[in-house]
């Protein structure tokens, strides 16, 4: 602040100094902030459709060593299939399944036992005439405890039942195929390019299915033929997983294929390919918690189930564990190839 001149009055200040003191007063500009841009949020991105030859390969890896040994070795075949005799017996002493298993392998090496109820066993074996039989019985009781003979009963499976057994069989698995292939392909009728885009859906299900029916009965010739493990066994109960795995297979590539469908209605803009990935993407999370919920009880059966269920739970366990893998893998990538060699409109 200046002095006060001598001609200037009290109170009042000179015109220069007071505009100089007036520009000191006003306030500095802030310095400008610049912020920096958030970077965009990470998708992880789950790229199935470019990466499909390699999950083609290896389905051929796990496929082929299978399919060699059936065609070389064949089957480890059961009772139902290659003959045998069954015996259903009840003991009055309460044994337990060990104790009969132990009795029964000692008068055949290759006897499977089965639980069938309260102190009640199936013992399977092979083919015997009426007098070897009544002397597995008898040793039996001697080995294990009384016999209530009331309750049993022997049951003889010839070569000729067995052979309708294993025909009736492969025509049920057939028929299956036929009809899965004819229910998809009618479904899927309606997505762009009609009948023949249905049966591009359908074929491309049926062989998820068939990589899955091929693996598992690869797997199980190997149990079988070249580790010669008695759960490796083909019989009636084997029959009934394969269904059950072509049916488990089936509807997990529907739900693939159910969101590919709605896809294509939406999202116009984007190619085949994306939509496929994109439809795999939303659908992967709920195929595979659901295949593990289930995986987890036939664990559970596999440990605790005994010799007669361990064989079911095994190939159960397969099978699903397959379906799940070919549904995301190897069904709709297979779809894109096929559009890709025949295109539709």
Known sequence: MSAL????????????????????????????????????????????????????????????????????????????????????????????????????????????????????????????????????????????????????????????????????????????????LALLTFRFRNVPGGWRAGFQFGGSALAALLHDVFLLTGVFAILGTVFDLKIGELNSLFVTAVLTVV????????????????????????TFEQVVNLSIMQTAARSIITSFTVVLVLVSILIAGGPGLQGFALALLIGIVSGTYSSIFNAAPLLVVWRRLQPVR
């Not at 306030?27 to 083609?56: G, M, Q």
């Not at 069938?116 to 040793?139: H, K, S």
């Not at 709605?262 to 984007?270: A, D, M």
């Open 5 to 180: 001149s001598d001609e200037t009055p009290a109170g009042e200040l000179d015109v220069e100094d007071a505009e100089e003191d007036v520009e000191a007063e006003e306030p500095k500009p802030k310095a400008v902030v610049e912020e920096t841009p958030k970077a965009p949020p990470r998708v992880r991105k789950l790229d199935i459709v470019s990466h499909r030859n390699k999950f083609f390969l290896f389905s051929l890896l796990l496929i082929i060593p299978g399919m060699y040994v059936m065609i070389t070795k064949g089957f480890l075949l059961g009772i139902d299939f290659a003959g045998g005799t069954e015996f259903t017996l009840r003991f009055e002493n309460h044994p337990t399944i060990k104790q009969v298993e132990q009795a029964a392998r000692s008068e055949f090496a290759d006897a499977t036992v089965i639980a069938a109820g309260t102190d009640q066993f199936i013992i399977r074996g092979p083919a015997l005439g009426p007098a070897r039989q009544t002397e597995v019985i008898n040793d039996l009781e001697q080995s294990v405890g009384p016999i209530d003979r009331s309750k049993l009963s022997v049951l003889e499976v010839g070569g000729t039942i067995a052979g309708e057994t294993i025909e009736l069989s492969l025509l049920s698995v057939v028929v299956a195929a036929i009809g899965i």
């Open 247 to 270: 049916g488990f297979s089936v509807h997990d590539t529907i739900v693939v294929f159910d969101r590919i469908r709605e896809n294509l209605r939406v999202s116009q803009r984007l």
